[in-house]
């Protein structure tokens, strides 16, 4: 079965700009995947930030933007702030109906 | 606004079948894209998708590593929908939660636009 990975953890100082990836165990991400992703804190549902690569959901800051980076999709974060900390998942449509969510990346915003 | 909300058990025996019920608010199983997932969070681990119901014509896709435990169905006069997952083990133990598995905005696919708050599950005896 394919793997999604991702960072298991980031560290970024505040203002600064971060990349979180989404790849594949085996291949290369692409748009046809429709990579979304999302935010979530301690005891919450999951928030999306992005989907379909790079389109911002609805009251998303602007800070947040999605990408197609090499093989991979990217979350990028520039000006992060204290609550940027959280957990980040990405996920892939991986084609006939199923999803494949990433591992999801612990970033630290100190 | 589509609100969804999971109910059932909070406690399960090992080897037996876990029942959730997803009740969905402020619109219709029916509309939309008529697509429904659980998905599923262990402690300190990560989200994995369990499966998800087409409302219209029933069909169900399984993650491949549960779809033999697997059941997801929908019940549209109480606009709900429902999951199964049989010979659990401790290894079941997470939060569930249902989702609104996706809507097409234009030509763009947005994934898991609405979700419930999440139940935990615990498997033990």
């Known amino acids: 079965q394919t793997v999604v990975t991702q960072e298991p953890s980031f560290s970024v100082s505040p203002g600064g700009t971060v990349t979180l990836t989404c790849g594949l165990s085996s291949g290369s991400v692409s748009t046809s995947y429709y990579p979304s992703w999302y935010q979530q804190t301690p005891g919450q549902a999951p928030r999306t930030l992005i989907y379909?690569?790079?389109t911002r959901s609805s009251g998303v800051p602007d800070r947040f933007s999605g990408s197609i980076l090499g093989n991979k999709a990217a979350l990028t974060i520039t000006g992060a702030q204290a609550d940027d900390d959280s957990d980040y998942y990405c996920v892939l449509y991986m084609g006939n109906g199923i999803w494949v969510f990433g591992g999801g990346t612990k970033l630290t915003v100190l | 606004q589509v609100q969804l909300q999971e109910s059932g058990p909070g406690l399960v025996k090992p080897s037996e079948t876990l029942s959730l019920t997803c009740s969905v608010s402020g619109g219709s199983v029916n509309s939309g894209s008529s697509y429904w997932s659980w998905i599923r969070q262990s402690a300190g681990k990560g989200l994995e998708w369990i499966g998800r119901i087409y409302v219209n014509g029933g069909s169900t896709n399984y993650n491949p590593s549960l779809k033999s435990r697997v059941t997801i169905s929908v019940d549209t006069s109480k606009n709900q929908f429902s999951l199964k997952l049989s010979s659990v083990t401790a290894a079941d133990t997470a939060v569930y939660y249902c989702?609104?598995?996706?809507?097409?905005?234009?030509?763009?696919?947005?994934?898991?636009?609405?979700w419930g708050q999440g139940t935990l599950v615990t498997v033990s005896s």
């Open positions: 379909s690569t790079n």
């Open positions: 989702a609104r598995d996706h809507i097409w905005v234009g030509v763009l696919l947005l994934p898991f636009d609405c």
